[in-house]
């Protein structure tokens, strides 16, 4: 059974950290695409960055970059996302998704979902 699962969301202030981790199994790690995902009410769910699990490849959303990183850890089938510099605009429900021998970072090309862990980042 493919299985993803979040953890790691809290309250935070703004300027603060956190790092969410997607533990995953029941498939083949190397031959997905791992994704960070976030919905706000009211909003569109959005890339926030991709990991290609095979190369390591990475992609981040303009809104991110220099203060959110991706990484992976293949033994443990499970990747990060390192938060830094939060702001209150990053409170959303993060999401964990799998991409099956992809590389977009297009929330309506993942094949599997997590259930989502809640960030909330306070001014």
């Known amino acids: 059974e493919v299985q993803l699962v979040e953890s790691g969301g809290g309250l935070v202030q703004a300027g603060g950290s956190l790092r969410l981790s997607c533990a995953a199994s029941?498939?083949?790690?190397?031959?997905?695409?791992i994704g960070w995902f976030r919905q706000a009410p009211g909003k569109e769910r959005e890339g926030v960055s991709c990991?290609?699990?095979?190369?390591?490849?990475?992609y981040y959303a303009d809104s991110v970059k220099g203060r959110f990183t991706i990484s992976s850890d293949n033994a443990k089938n499970t990747v990060y996302l390192q938060m830094n510099s939060l702001k209150p605009e990053d409170t959303a429900v993060y999401y964990c998704?799998?991409?099956?021998?992809?590389?977009?970072?297009?929330?309506?090309?993942?094949?599997?979902w997590g259930q989502g862990t809640q960030v909330t980042v306070s001014s």
């Open positions: 998704a799998a991409l099956w021998y992809g590389s977009s970072c297009r929330w309506a090309d993942y094949d599997y």
């Open positions: 029941g498939f083949t790690f190397d031959d997905y695409a």
């Open positions: 990991i290609s699990s095979s190369d390591g490849s990475t």
